[in-house]
């Protein structure tokens, strides 16, 4: 089973950006999507962006306009550039590899990195 190991987190203030990465242990060119989610205290996780096996990405409404996906096979790494962050962007997100499409309960997921938005 693919691991995923997230990395990029930190405390930024209102207005800036972070790069998110998620590195898996194997090649990720059959993995049929894998995406960002984010938890926030006290909340349930949910979706920020996915991005599939033949590169099309879905954005969470949320965040449209203000993150990119991206993946690279060559570094079995997906991104997540997080730009304009406001504090109810604060949350743990987490990487998920959803290899067979069956949604990304059946996936697998990463540790988690923490991001903070805060002046």
């Known amino acids: 089973q693919v691991q995923l190991v997230e990395s990029g987190g930190g405390l930024v203030q209102p207005g800036g950006s972070l790069r998110l990465s998620c590195v898996a242990s194997?090649?990720?060119?059959?993995?049929?999507?894998m995406g960002w989610y984010r938890q926030a205290p006290g909340k349930e996780r949910e979706e920020v962006a996915t991005?599939?096996?033949?590169?099309?990405?879905d954005y969470a409404e949320f965040v449209k306009g203000r993150f990119t996906i991206s993946r690279d096979e060559t570094k079995a790494a997906i991104y997540l550039q997080m730009n304009r962050l406001t504090p109810d962007d604060t949350a743990v997100y987490y990487c998920?590899?959803?290899?067979?499409?069956?949604?990304?309960?059946?996936?697998?997921w990463g540790q988690g990195t923490q991001v903070i938005v805060s002046s």
């Open positions: 194997e090649s990720i060119r059959n993995i049929f999507s």
């Open positions: 991005i599939t096996n033949a590169d099309r990405s």
């Open positions: 998920n590899a959803d290899q067979y499409g069956l949604g990304p309960r059946f996936g697998t």
